[in-house]
């Protein structure tokens, strides 16, 4: 049972990433990056090359757009520090395929608490702006508040980050 898992929220260019590679770098030992995001276009695939880049050689870096709990079934083990990034992208990704959000969503946190090694998951809070004025974009934003409560209820430790400090929402740090 893992004991080891923190979600880290906050909105964009909050420091979140930078704050979850942290904790697994600070663990020790192998590091394995699951990636959710999609290249769509060159602006994206920079991005990506230049995330790598700054992570550098120490990572092994999984693309998952969809599998999400197969990824961390794959990859979760004891000694070994698993970074998710990012959990919104994985739910638009889920969105755009017309799979069970609520299904994938429930399997993944009943996995979550049976998963060895560290296991660090970031996600944009997008629940604290104004009601989006379609039904698609209130429909992502509801998804992503009730999984980021499911998953703050299994989780030790919750973080929400602003302006890169770390605010500790459950839990101490890792």
């Known amino acids: 049972m893992t004991t080891d898992l923190t979600l880290v929220l906050g909105g964009a260019r909050s420091g979140k990433s930078r704050y979850a590679e942290g904790l697994v770098t600070g663990l020790g030992g192998p590091r394995v990056y699951i ?23 120490d990572w092994t870096t999984v693309e998952e757009p969809q ?10 083990a004891a000694g070994t520090g698993v970074l998710v990034d990012c959990l919104t992208l994985w739910l638009t990704n889920l969105m755009m395929a017309d799979r069970d959000v609520e299904a994938e969503s429930a399997a993944l946190v009943a996995l979550l ?34 999984l980021h409560q499911s998953i703050a209820a299994v989780a030790p430790r919750v973080v929400l980050t602003v302006a890169g400090l770390p605010m500790f929402v459950k839990g101490i740090p890792a």
């Not at 995001?37 to 090359?49: F, H, K, L, P, T």
């Not at 599998?67 to 979760?76: K, M, T, Y």
């Open 35 to 57: 990636a959710t995001s999609q290249v769509w276009d060159a602006e994206m695939a920079e991005r990506v090359a230049k995330h790598r880049t700054d992570r550098g050689p």
């Open 67 to 76: 599998d999400l709990a197969g990824a961390l079934r794959r990859h979760a």
């Open 113 to 146: 608490p049976t998963l060895p090694g560290r296991v660090v998951l970031v996600s944009n809070e997008v629940g604290l702006g104004i009601v989006p004025d379609n039904a698609l974009a209130r429909r992502f934003r509801d998804h992503a508040g009730r």
